[in-house]
């Protein structure tokens, strides 16, 4: 019973060590989520203007691929099928013809799209520095916890060693069990409190 309780406490130790590392790393890595928080609803808002921007652009560019191809794959049709020199100008200059077309609607069109967006860089700080205070908090809330479980696995081994009768043995067990639940629910109220990244203030 002894070697399971503290393999137990082991195996908690250990997952609490994977939820300390992964807020830390998150933010760490800069692969912030950028959701709206405190004081942060620019940061979604210029987000989102500088996704479409980008899709408008590539829809754009795309359009000019797909026209500049298919002016190509006819022209290689029409020299295939060729038998004069007077065709193949033909079809060369039909090609000329539909790549400046394709050209110039895209110049038209990025015209229209306008200038990029410029990035909110204030409100991009602010969220970085939101999402590391909340990497420290979680690193805090975490860090009691191993603290708390470590101290009860202290208790109880000491209180083994004293035992003299199972009755004193089953009572640290006990004793250990509900100083071990104490701590899991402390801390699942305590990130609960805190709440997600995105709320952090």
Same mark, same amino acid.
């Given at each position: 019973?002894?070697?399971?309780?503290?393999?137990?406490?082991?195996?908690?130790?250990?997952?609490?060590?994977?939820?300390?590392?992964?807020?830390?790393?998150?933010?760490?890595?800069?692969?912030? &989520?950028? &959701?709206? =928080?405190?004081?942060?609803?620019?940061?979604?808002?210029?987000?989102?203007?500088?996704?479409?921007?980008? +899709?408008?652009? +590539?829809?754009?560019? @795309?359009?000019?691929?797909?026209?500049?191809?298919?002016?190509?794959?006819? @022209?290689?049709? =029409? +020299?295939? &099928?060729?038998?004069?020199?007077?065709?193949?100008?033909?079809?060369?200059?039909?090609?000329?013809?539909?790549?400046?077309?394709?050209?110039?609607?895209?110049?038209?069109?990025?015209?229209?799209?306008?200038?990029?967006?410029?990035?909110?860089?204030?409100?991009?700080?602010? +969220?970085?520095?939101?999402?590391?205070?909340?990497?420290?908090?979680?690193?805090?809330?975490?860090?009691?916890?191993?603290?708390?479980?470590?101290?009860?696995?202290?208790?109880?081994?000491?209180?083994?060693?004293?035992?003299?009768?199972?009755? =004193?043995?089953?009572?640290?067990?006990?004793?250990?069990?509900?100083? @071990?639940?104490?701590?899991?629910?402390?801390?699942?109220?305590?990130?609960?409190?805190?709440?997600?990244?995105?709320?952090?203030?």
């Amino acid at each position: 019973m002894k070697s399971t309780i503290t393999r137990a406490a082991a195996v908690i130790a250990l997952s609490l060590g994977v939820g300390v590392v992964a807020p830390a790393a998150a933010f760490a890595s800069g692969n912030q &989520t950028t &959701t709206v =928080a405190h004081g942060t609803a620019s940061v979604k808002g210029n987000a989102a203007t500088m996704k479409a921007y980008s +899709l408008a652009k +590539l829809n754009i560019n @795309l359009s000019f691929k797909s026209a500049v191809f298919a002016a190509r794959t006819t @022209l290689t049709a =029409a +020299l295939a &099928t060729a038998t004069t020199s007077a065709q193949r100008a033909t079809a060369r200059a039909a090609f000329t013809t539909a790549f400046t077309a394709a050209r110039t609607a895209r110049e038209t069109a990025l015209t229209t799209l306008g200038k990029p967006p410029v990035r909110d860089a204030s409100a991009t700080v602010q +969220l970085a520095q939101q999402g590391k205070a909340y990497g420290a908090s979680m690193l805090a809330i975490n860090q009691t916890f191993k603290s708390t479980v470590a101290a009860a696995r202290t208790t109880y081994l000491a209180a083994l060693k004293a035992s003299t009768t199972s009755a =004193a043995r089953v009572t640290a067990r006990t004793a250990f069990k509900v100083a @071990l639940k104490g701590a899991i629910s402390a801390r699942h109220a305590s990130i609960a409190s805190l709440g997600t990244a995105s709320s952090a203030s």
